[in-house]
């Protein structure tokens, strides 16, 4: 396979989030990377040269995923239902191609597990998460798109849990649960259409 190498970099950290959200953190080595990318152990090693340097580059990836997808709205608002919208597609979309854990979750099994610097990362990737959603919260119920009581952060961590609880029943049972998901968290803002 004849690649460059910000490309294999890529590959390498595609192939790692899968197999992370697929088997966890000890449930893949680096041969389990590099056999089916047809690169060697090296090339692996080369860009990462342990596996809380992979982690770490895995929660760096997803935390600028987020940031991306969210910064518009972050810095100028707008309206919060594409905004969640966004998220329940960005979610399924997560799940149809071979990532049916998200990041946080997937890390959760092995917390004590990781140095440092990794706890860090994650916590400040989920952080960000929930600052993101309590925003969306805040701006949708001020502009009469949701109705909810309590706190909006209260209701943007209530959100988020119950996506990534969706995500472990969809693995087992399918893409349903998290559609039925979807449409209780529309019920519980008070969206109609």
């Not at 979309?93 to 099994?109: E, F, K, T």
Request: proline share 3%; with cysteine; net charge negative.
């Amino acid at each position: 396979m004849s690649t460059t190498a910000g490309n294999t970099r890529d590959q390498i950290i595609d192939k790692a989030f899968q197999l992370m959200l697929q088997r966890g953190l000890n449930g893949f080595s680096y041969r389990d990377i590099s056999e089916p990318l047809g690169v060697k152990n090296a090339a692996v090693h080369y860009h990462f040269p342990n596996k809380m340097d992979l982690i770490k580059a895995l929660i760096d990836e997803n935390h600028h995923t987020l940031r991306r997808s969210t910064s518009e709205f972050m810095a100028y608002g707008g309206p919060a239902r594409p905004q969640l919208e966004g998220l329940f597609a960005f979610t399924m979309n997560q799940c149809q191609c071979g990532r049916p854990i998200c990041m946080v979750g997937a890390l959760s099994i092995d917390y004590d597990e990781l140095n440092d610097d990794i706890k860090s990362a994650n916590d400040h990737f989920m952080k960000d998460s929930v600052d993101w959603l309590t925003k969306v919260m805040e701006v949708g119920r001020e502009q009469q798109e949701f109705s909810f009581d309590g706190e909006p952060m209260s209701k943007a961590v209530s959100i988020l849990a119950m996506i990534q609880g969706a995500r472990q029943l969809a693995r087992v049972h399918g893409l349903d649960y998290l559609e039925k998901i979807f449409e209780q968290i529309r019920t519980d803002l008070g969206i109609k259409d």
